[in-house]
């Protein structure tokens, strides 16, 4: 799904880029064994921030995804030197099976519909003992940007115990 124009410029903001150098990344370091030396996918990259904060890490590799040919494109202007792709999450097959060490997304998954079709995604394009760290806000959050913003987030089922709970049965049929 694209954004709506004030989100667009939200997520453009200084205070979007000062909340994921001290707020999203140290969360994702803490939680995890981090980007270095790994081959590191992000979904939602937007326009490169989080890219440019997580190659600090010195990954082996890095590409981010995003549906917005305009997130894209700063992106790219931005940060020339990591890859950027314009590209719908709920196919990953381009990446192959069992490609990436660690998967990233950072507060989009809400923006997806068909969410649970990205998860299965992801968990096909991740190696064996892989990581997967996914950032969303809770559902009352949402809701009161919502009223607040009219950011126009879709009508979905989406919510942190939803996605916990497939999460949880999506790694259960892999045992």
């Given at each position: 799904?694209?954004?709506?124009?004030?989100?667009?410029?939200?997520?453009?903001?200084?205070?979007?880029?000062?909340?994921?150098?001290?707020?999203?990344?140290?969360?994702?370091?803490?939680?995890g064994p981090g980007c270095a030396g790994?081959?590191?996918?992000?979904?939602?990259?937007?326009?490169?921030?989080?890219?440019?904060?997580?190659?600090?890490?010195?990954?082996?590799?890095?590409?981010?995804?995003?549906?917005?040919?305009?997130?894209?494109?700063?992106?790219?202007?931005?940060y020339p030197h990591y890859q950027f792709?314009?590209?719908?999450?709920?196919?990953?097959?381009?990446?192959?099976?069992?490609?990436?060490?660690?998967?990233?997304?950072?507060?989009?998954?809400?923006?997806?519909?068909?969410?649970?079709?990205?998860?299965?995604?992801?968990?096909?394009?991740?190696?064996?003992?892989?990581?997967?760290?996914?950032?969303?806000?809770?559902?009352?959050?949402?809701?009161?940007?919502?009223?607040?913003?009219?950011?126009?987030?879709?009508?979905?089922?989406?919510?942190?115990?939803?996605?916990?709970?497939?999460l949880k049965r999506a790694a259960s049929?892999?045992?």
């Open positions: 799904m694209k954004l709506s124009d004030i989100e667009f410029r939200a997520m453009d903001s200084w205070w979007r880029r000062w909340g994921q150098a001290h707020f999203e990344i140290p969360l994702f370091s803490a939680n790994q081959g590191c996918l992000e979904i939602g990259c937007g326009n490169g921030h989080g890219a440019y904060l997580l190659n600090q890490s010195s990954p082996r590799s890095y590409v981010g995804l995003d549906v917005m040919e305009e997130q894209v494109e700063k992106a790219r202007q931005r792709l314009v590209q719908d999450a709920s196919d990953l097959s381009q990446f192959g099976e069992a490609s990436k060490d660690v998967v990233i997304i950072f507060g989009v998954l809400h923006h997806i519909p068909e969410w649970r079709k990205v998860i299965d995604e992801i968990r096909g394009v991740l190696r064996p003992g892989g990581s997967f760290f996914v950032e969303e806000p809770r559902g009352m959050d949402l809701k009161l940007f919502e009223i607040f913003f009219r950011w126009g987030h879709p009508d979905s089922d989406f919510g942190v115990r939803r996605m916990e709970e497939y049929r892999l045992q």
